[in-house]
Nanobody
Framework: QAQLVESGGGVVQPGGSLTLSCAAS????????MSWYRQAPGKEREFVAT????????NYADSVRGRFIISRDNAKKTVALQMNNVEDADTAVYYC?????????WGQGTQVSVSS
């Protein structure tokens, strides 16, 4: 059974940096497209970043492009989201997603709060 466990969330000041990590197990990580989504209070879950299985194709939401970096380590079965120059609008629960074909799995999420 696929399992995704996010970590690294917390409180960060505006302009600061934070790195989230997602540990995967129970599926063929090296063929999965891995993505990060987030859900702010009172809002729909939204796409943040995605990375293909071999790590050479990335895409970002316009709101985070140039500030966030997605990466993966297929040997360790982890995917990371480096968040730089964070803004108040980045406050949300961040979710890791794995997708293989039509099969999708989600983690439980990790809270990121941007506050001075």
């Amino acid at each position: 059974q696929a399992q995704l466990v996010e970590s690294g969330g917390g409180v960060v000041q505006p302009g600061g940096s934070l790195t989230l990590s997602c540990a995967a197990s129970g599926f063929m990580f090296n063929v999965a497209t891995m993505s990060w989504y987030r859900q702010a209070p009172g809002k729909e879950r939204e796409f943040v970043a995605t990375l293909n299985s071999v790590g050479n194709r990335k895409n970002y939401a316009d709101s985070v492009r140039g500030r966030f970096i997605i990466s993966r380590d297929n040997a360790k079965k982890t995917v990371a989201l480096q968040m730089n120059n964070v803004e108040d609008a980045d406050t949300a629960v961040y979710y890791c997603q794995a997708k293989i074909g039509s099969a999708t799995s989600w983690g439980q999420g990790t809270q990121v709060s941007v506050s001075s």
